[in-house]
């Protein structure tokens, strides 16, 4: 429950702020670009920091890092709401992700700490990946009541009780956990993760803008390609790197990834089309539109903890494969949407592939976790995590890319059309998350986890 408020708090800021968008441009008379930084300098800061919030856990102390993140998302989120100008609102808010690099990746690492039974562990990854759902549904319609009522500083004032709860419990109630054995800190490793995962992010976000073959585009990219290389020639020659490449080499590990990846790229395409339609072709206030899609969110909720359980007794493959079905069909009932859909195909699709979005959660994060030692759980779940967050940066870039360049006119006479190829490039994603479901699953997989296993932990391999 107390790693929970971490996802909790940080998952309804990210949709909160969304909806405030529009508030908070009135205010500073800010354009198009100081509100999109306004969500993508979090977006880039965390991508980037993820990586190094996990393994601090793992060398200085789970619960320890987990505090500190609370009291910087905490603090920074009061600066939020104390900002005077869209530029310190947008220093805020990337103070706010350093914060969160710290909480959802370690809290992962002290639940796979807690529960090494992999039973239990599966089903409270369900319960984990359950309030994502919650935070889904709960972000548009507390933002958009906040901002309505009280102003959207109100959506980071929300985030302080909520942070000294989430502290007074930890302090209370999770022990301390660390790597028995700390690994000594790799700052080139870390370096070129950093430098990877801020160019790779910042050229997502910023390419469909800019254009891909832009001079400022095609330098970050290369940069990225270069870090790429760095940590392929480096990382396998220390003895104790901070991603340890061989981890790659276990089928499932590398295909939960690549799953996360794919799932939440789709699952960012699907929000990010859906709000457009609801709110500029069915003419939905913010409000509205969260309800709207609260069928979505409430099926996530429940299927999240449904989903560790089966994990739990049967393994992976059927929700695996349940999941990319699940979102493969959805975005087909939607091809071809306009202003006359009836609401019960709507709800529809949302409830079918909320489903699918809530059976995909729990097998990726135990993936990730299982097999590993519990010495490297949390740079093991940053990965993972890391994976969700550039997946979600990736779907909403590509697909609003696909969105811009068929739109002529006005949104909401051109939406239906324009949005036909997003909906069948969502589907493909759901249909290789089926793929590649039915690829970790194997007896090949199993095998290749297992020999990765012995080779990472020889001594006492972890459950």
């Given at each position: 429950?107390?790693?929970?408020?971490?996802?909790?708090?940080?998952?309804?800021?990210?949709?909160?702020?969304?909806?405030?968008?529009?508030?908070?441009?009135?205010?500073?008379?800010?354009?198009?670009?100081?509100?999109?930084?306004?969500?993508?300098?979090?977006?880039?800061?965390?991508?980037?920091?993820?990586?190094?919030?996990?393994?601090?856990?793992?060398?200085?102390?789970?619960?320890?890092?987990?505090?500190?993140?609370?009291?910087?998302?905490?603090?920074?989120?009061?600066?939020?709401?104390?900002?005077?100008?869209?530029?310190?609102?947008?220093?805020?808010?990337?103070?706010?992700?350093?914060?969160?690099?710290?909480?959802?990746?370690?809290?992962?690492?002290?639940?796979?700490?807690?529960?090494?039974?992999?039973?239990?562990?599966?089903?409270?990854?369900?319960?984990?990946?359950?309030?994502?759902?919650?935070?889904?549904?709960?972000?548009?319609?507390?933002?958009?009541?906040?901002?309505?009522?009280?102003?959207?500083?109100?959506?980071?004032?929300?985030?302080?009780?909520?942070?000294?709860?989430?502290?007074?419990?930890?302090?209370?109630?999770?022990?301390?956990?660390?790597?028995?054995?700390?690994?000594?800190?790799?700052?080139?490793?870390?370096?070129?993760?950093?430098?990877?995962?801020?160019?790779?992010?910042?050229?997502?976000?910023?390419?469909?803008?800019?254009?891909?073959?832009?001079?400022?585009?095609?330098?970050?990219l290369g940069a990225a390609l270069?870090?790429?290389?760095?940590?392929?020639?480096?990382?396998?020659?220390?003895?104790?790197?901070?991603?340890?490449?061989?981890?790659?080499?276990?089928?499932?590990?590398?295909?939960?990834?690549?799953?996360?990846?794919?799932?939440?790229?789709?699952?960012?395409?699907?929000?990010?089309?859906?709000?457009?339609?609801?709110?500029?072709?069915?003419?939905?206030?913010?409000?509205?539109?969260?309800?709207?899609?609260?069928?979505?969110?409430?099926?996530?909720?429940?299927?999240?903890?449904?989903?560790?359980?089966?994990?739990?007794?049967?393994?992976?493959?059927?929700?695996?494969?349940?999941?990319?079905?699940?979102?493969?069909?959805?975005?087909?009932?939607?091809?071809?949407?306009?202003?006359?859909?009836?609401?019960?195909?709507?709800?529809?699709?949302?409830?079918?592939?909320?489903?699918?979005?809530?059976?995909?959660?729990?097998?990726?994060?135990?993936?990730?976790?299982?097999?590993?030692?519990?010495?490297?759980?949390?740079?093991?779940?940053?990965?993972?995590?890391?994976s969700r967050q550039v997946g979600?940066?990736?779907?909403?870039?590509?697909?609003?890319?696909?969105?811009?360049?068929?739109?002529?006119?006005?949104?909401?006479?051109?939406?239906?059309?324009?949005?036909?190829?997003?909906?069948?490039?969502?589907?493909?994603?759901?249909?290789?998350?089926?793929?590649?479901?039915?690829?970790?699953?194997?007896?090949?997989?199993?095998?290749?986890?297992?020999?990765?296993?012995?080779?990472?932990?020889?001594?006492?391999?972890?459950?």
């Amino acid at each position: 429950m107390v790693c929970c408020l971490s996802l909790l708090m940080v998952g309804v800021d990210i949709t909160a702020v969304n909806v405030a968008l529009p508030a908070i441009g009135a205010q500073f008379d800010a354009g198009v670009s100081g509100l999109q930084w306004t969500v993508d300098a979090y977006t880039v800061v965390l991508a980037s920091l993820l990586m190094l919030g996990g393994s601090l856990g793992d060398r200085w102390g789970r619960r320890r890092v987990f505090v500190t993140g609370l009291i910087v998302f905490s603090a920074a989120s009061v600066l939020c709401a104390a900002a005077r100008t869209v530029e310190m609102l947008i220093a805020f808010r990337a103070l706010q992700a350093v914060g969160a690099s710290m909480l959802n990746p370690v809290a992962m690492s002290i639940i796979a700490n807690t529960f090494t039974d992999p039973r239990e562990r599966a089903q409270a990854v369900g319960v984990w990946g359950a309030m994502f759902g919650v935070s889904m549904a709960l972000g548009p319609i507390v933002g958009g009541a906040l901002v309505s009522t009280s102003g959207w500083p109100a959506i980071f004032l929300l985030n302080l009780p909520i942070g000294i709860a989430a502290i007074v419990l930890t302090l209370r109630v999770i022990p301390e956990s660390r790597a028995p054995h700390p690994r000594r800190f790799d700052p080139v490793g870390q370096l070129l993760v950093i430098t990877l995962l801020a160019t790779l992010t910042f050229g997502i976000i910023e390419a469909p803008v800019r254009g891909w073959s832009s001079p400022l585009i095609m330098l970050v990219l290369g940069a990225a390609l270069v870090a790429v290389l760095g940590l392929l020639a480096y990382e396998p020659r220390r003895r104790e790197p901070l991603l340890d490449l061989r981890f790659f080499r276990s089928a499932p590990f590398s295909a939960s990834i690549v799953v996360a990846v794919v799932a939440f790229a789709a699952f960012g395409g699907f929000l990010f089309v859906n709000t457009l339609y609801l709110q500029d072709v069915r003419g939905l206030s913010p409000v509205q539109a969260g309800l709207a899609v609260l069928p979505m969110a409430v099926m996530t909720a429940v299927m999240s903890p449904v989903s560790g359980r089966l994990v739990a007794r049967r393994g992976p493959r059927a929700p695996l494969v349940g999941a990319g079905a699940a979102m493969l069909v959805a975005p087909v009932l939607l091809f071809g949407v306009s202003a006359s859909t009836s609401l019960l195909q709507l709800a529809a699709a949302y409830v079918i592939f909320g489903i699918g979005f809530g059976l995909v959660n729990a097998p990726v994060t135990n993936a990730a976790v299982s097999g590993m030692p519990r010495a490297q759980a949390g740079v093991a779940a940053a990965v993972a995590t890391t994976s969700r967050q550039v997946g979600m940066t990736l779907g909403v870039a590509i697909v609003g890319a696909v969105v811009t360049s068929r739109l002529h006119g006005s949104v909401a006479a051109g939406l239906g059309a324009a949005s036909a190829p997003a909906w069948w490039l969502i589907a493909g994603w759901g249909g290789a998350v089926v793929v590649l479901g039915l690829v970790a699953t194997s007896a090949r997989a199993a095998a290749s986890a297992q020999r990765t296993a012995a080779r990472l932990n020889p001594e006492a391999l972890a459950a």
